[in-house]
């Protein structure tokens, strides 16, 4: 499974990290593309210092696992950047506002929308991860959008029927949904009347 993995700025940065510790763990190829304030969200919310340059913070996001491949924001000629290419999902988590207004509107700025206009436009699987609270009339809207046009909207809100005893836990059953919407089979977190 050949998967791309988009990274904005919105809190959820532990949400990104079990989605691609899943993937290496299914041995999924992935993709791996951050914004600059995706770098700083990981950098804050994973290692607790933003100052850490773009490198290191990628490098330990990704801890050199195998089948992983990291891309620029510009890299325009990213297999994710064409329609041609044979991926088979694409992931944004956390997916900021600002990229869901963007994906919305059909306009791209980087590689994390270009990609997921290749998803929506090819009618491949794209599951966007937003996490803002509370949400406005146009955020909403932005939203509507994308699931109209094909889009997996699959907040980063955890249940708690699951009996969680931890953030982990909690992480961990936003991270199955997300796996389950890929098709990748995972013990994460407790199935219902089970």
């Known amino acids: 499974m050949k998967v791309f993995l988009g990274i904005t700025g919105a809190s959820g ?18 993709g791996v593309c951050a914004s ?16 850490l340059p773009r490198d290191e913070v990628l490098a330990r996001f990704t801890d050199h696992a195998a089948g992983v491949t990291i891309y620029a924001p ?8 064409s329609g041609s290419a044979r991926i088979d999902a ?9 990229t869901v207004g963007t994906l919305a509107t059909g306009a791209m700025a980087n590689l994390i929308h270009r990609a997921a206009s290749v998803a929506l436009k090819e009618g491949r ?14 955020h909403l809207q932005g939203l ?7 889009a997996v909207i699959l907040f980063a809100a955890p249940g708690f029927y699951h009996g969680a005893e931890t953030v982990d836990d909690l992480v961990d059953f936003i991270v199955a949904r997300i796996l389950d919407q890929l098709g990748l089979d995972n013990t994460l ?6």
């Open 74 to 81: 510009d890299d325009w000629k990213s297999p994710f950047a």
């Open 90 to 98: 694409y992931v944004v988590c956390p997916c900021s506002m600002s």
């Open 144 to 150: 509507a959008t994308l699931q109209q046009a094909g």
């Open 13 to 30: 940065a532990p949400y990104a990290k079990g989605i691609l510790d899943g993937l290496v763990a299914a041995g999924a190829e992935v």
């Open 125 to 138: 699987k794209l599951v966007l991860v937003p996490r803002e609270t509370p949400l406005s009339f146009i």
């Open 189 to 194: 977190a407790a199935r219902w009347g089970q």
């Open 36 to 51: 600059s304030a995706g770098i700083e969200v990981l950098a804050t919310e994973l290692y607790r210092d933003a100052s």
